[in-house]
T-cell receptor, first 112, second 115 residues
Framework: GENVEQHPSTLSVQEGDSAVIKCTYS??????FPWYKQELGKRPQLIID?????GEKKDQRIAVTLNKTAKHFSLHITETQPEDSAVYFC???????????FGSGTKLNVKP | GAGVSQSPSNKVTEKGKDVELRCDPI?????LYWYRQSLGQGLEFLIY????????KSGLPSDRFSAERTGGSVSTLTIQRTQQEDSAVYLC?????????????FGSGTQLSVL
């Protein structure tokens, strides 16, 4: 089965700095890579996703890059704000979406 | 326009007791997933239902765990003879899985504590 590894487990940045979270996956058949944000005590919510037919996707301050050859993808948050503080999960799945394999999560702390 | 609803939100039980966790997905969503989130850990896949297909139970950790989905809607996750290691947040998610929409909509979870 698929194995998704996520690094770092915790990340602390100063407000305004950039944050990068990296994930690797093992199954070359995976073709859909979403990122979920879970604020303290709340449910995970999708913030951005990318498919294997593109290398990069941006949405305002967040972007995701995908390197299919190396089987890794990354989340980039620019101009971080305190409200970005949360746990971020990457995931990978493939065509029938029967399982989303999640990384172990990154706790991001943005210091004001 | 209700989201995914889970009940109870918190459940405290004694070791050895059975528990039932309920998930009410968004109407019309054909896919339903159960995940387990232990403290400080990631999301562990448990089981997946899609339409009328046989469920994918490959993530269930032991035969004490079972789940069903009635009428393609509400799902119940049952844990028999609970153990302390079963303590976790159990998250349910549903998805329409149509076209370009594979987004998972999560419920707020059931916090299970086994004493």
């Amino acid at each position: 089965g698929e194995n998704v590894e996520q690094h770092p487990s915790t990340l602390s940045v100063q407000e305004g700095d950039s944050a990068v979270i990296k994930c690797t996956y093992s199954d070359s058949a995976s073709n859909y890579f979403p990122w979920y944000k879970q604020e303290l005590g709340k449910r995970p919510q999708l913030i951005i996703d990318i498919r294997s037919n593109v290398g990069e996707k941006k949405d305002q301050r967040i972007a995701v890059t995908l390197n299919k050859t190396a089987k890794h993808f990354s989340l980039h948050i620019t101009e971080t704000q305190p409200e970005d503080s949360a746990v971020y999960f990457c995931a990978a799945t493939w065509w029938n979406f029967n399982k989303f394999y999640f990384g172990s999560g990154t706790k991001l702390n943005v210091k004001p | 326009g209700a989201g995914v609803s889970q009940s109870p939100s918190n459940k405290v039980t004694e070791k050895g007791k059975d528990v039932e966790l309920r998930c009410d997905p968004i109407s019309g969503h054909t896919a339903l997933y159960w995940y387990r989130q232990s403290l400080g850990q990631g999301l562990e896949f448990l089981i997946y239902f899609q339409g009328n297909s046989a469920p994918d139970k490959s993530g269930l950790p032991s035969d004490r765990f079972s789940a069903e989905r009635t009428g393609g809607s509400v799902s119940t996750l049952t844990i028999q003879r609970t153990q302390q290691e079963d303590s976790a947040v159990y998250l349910c998610a549903s998805s329409p899985l149509t076209g370009e929409n594979e987004k998972l909509f999560f419920g707020s979870g059931t916090q299970l504590s086994v004493l």
